[in-house]
């Protein structure tokens, strides 16, 4: 197991309706050292890649992101999550339902912050059905600039999203894959 994987198997607790609660280290308390591990590994990952800005969604993608930033010393965009009333013409939009929350969040950002100039690393937190990222990919695209890869801190590798992702071409990342969960027994399985 790794880094990640290990405090998953330590701290995460499994519930019903294939959640994951990992809120004791990172989407509610954050644990910064292993955030900076993380960045570590993705600057390790994404070595060859020309990064120039990282992409996340609010809101707990954000802490992740920040702390990832470091390792590659580019700025973080985040993508808002929006009323439609207040949507002009200056921002970029995506529709994004909630795996969560089951609702859908129209999500914005400011055409000032993403350009055709920009290869784009995109972070979160979880991967599971793939509409975060369907809806961060279609940002940048709309745009015109590249997503150059995307850093998943834990994909849900039973969902479909991680495998969507991949076969539309992407470089995707995930530290921890979980194939499998129990909510009775607490037991989480990870991909080698
Ligand atoms: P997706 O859009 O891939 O279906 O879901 C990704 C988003 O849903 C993530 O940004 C994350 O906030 C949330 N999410 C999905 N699955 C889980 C989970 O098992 N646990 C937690 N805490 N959040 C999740």
Redesign the pocket.
């Given at each position: 197991m790794n880094f990640l994987e290990e405090r998953i198997a330590r701290d995460g607790v499994v519930?019903e309706g294939?959640?994951?609660?990992?809120?004791s280290f990172?989407?509610h308390q954050m644990d910064i050292n292993l955030f900076d591990q993380m960045g570590e590994e993705f600057a390790r990952r994404f070595a060859k890649k020309n990064i120039n800005k990282i992409l996340t969604?609010e809101a707990?993608?954000i802490g992740i992101a920040c702390v990832v930033a470091r390792h590659f010393n580019v700025p973080v965009v985040f993508a808002k999550k929006a009323k439609s009333i207040n949507i002009d013409g200056e921002v970029y939009v995506a529709e994004?339902?909630?795996?969560?929350h089951k609702n859908k969040n129209q999500v914005i950002v400011s055409k000032s912050f993403l350009t055709e100039n920009d290869h784009v690393l995109i972070i979160?937190?979880?991967?599971?059905?793939?509409?975060?990222?369907?809806g961060l990919i279609s940002i940048v695209n709309q745009a015109g600039g590249t997503v150059e890869g995307i850093g998943i801190a834990?994909e849900?590798g039973f969902?479909v999203?991680g495998q969507m992702i991949r076969n539309l071409g992407y470089q995707l990342e995930s530290l921890a894959i979980v194939d499998g969960m129990d909510a009775a027994t607490g037991e989480v399985r990870f991909r080698n």
């Open positions: 519930k294939n959640v994951l609660k990992v809120d990172l989407n969604i707990s993608g994004v339902e909630s795996f969560t979160d937190d979880f991967l599971a059905n793939g509409c975060a990222l369907q834990i849900k969902q999203g």
